[in-house]
């Protein structure tokens, strides 16, 4: 069964750091093959793109209002991918989806996970 697990959502006062990771499972294809995502939604907002890391390169990509305070990176040893967060703000509250997308063979595969919440008070 493929998984997408996130963790490390919560509750941080303005101003403070959290660390976001996906672990991957199940997937048929090597992890390593696949673009990595995190994505965002906050109450009544659309799902934004937040962060993109490649399969292959260090291409990332970020959203404009998070870039220089967000980084992604990605183990692909362990399987998981990281979204570090520092510096946040009460309009980065939103639930944090991770997101997979590639495969091999001729085959593309997009996997979602459920997502975790951050909450930044105002």
């Known amino acids: 069964e493929v998984q997408l697990v996130e963790s490390g959502g919560g509750l941080v006062q303005p101003g403070g750091s959290l660390r976001l990771s996906c672990a991957a499972s199940g997937f048929p294809f090597s992890f390593s093959r696949f673009d990595m995502m995190w994505h965002r939604q906050a109450p009544g907002k659309e799902r934004e793109l937040v962060a993109r890391?490649?399969?292959?390169?260090?291409?990332?990509y970020y959203h404009y209002s998070v870039k220089g305070r967000f980084t992604i990176s990605r183990d692909n040893n362990k399987q998981v991918v990281y979204l570090q967060m520092n510096d946040l703000k009460p309009e980065d509250t939103a639930v944090y989806f991770c997101?997979?997308?590639?495969?091999?063979?001729?085959?593309?595969?997009?996997?979602w996970g459920q997502g975790t919440q951050v909450t930044v008070p105002s």
């Open positions: 997101e997979a997308f590639g495969g091999g063979l001729g085959t593309m595969l997009n996997y």
């Open positions: 890391i490649p399969s292959v390169s260090n291409m990332t």
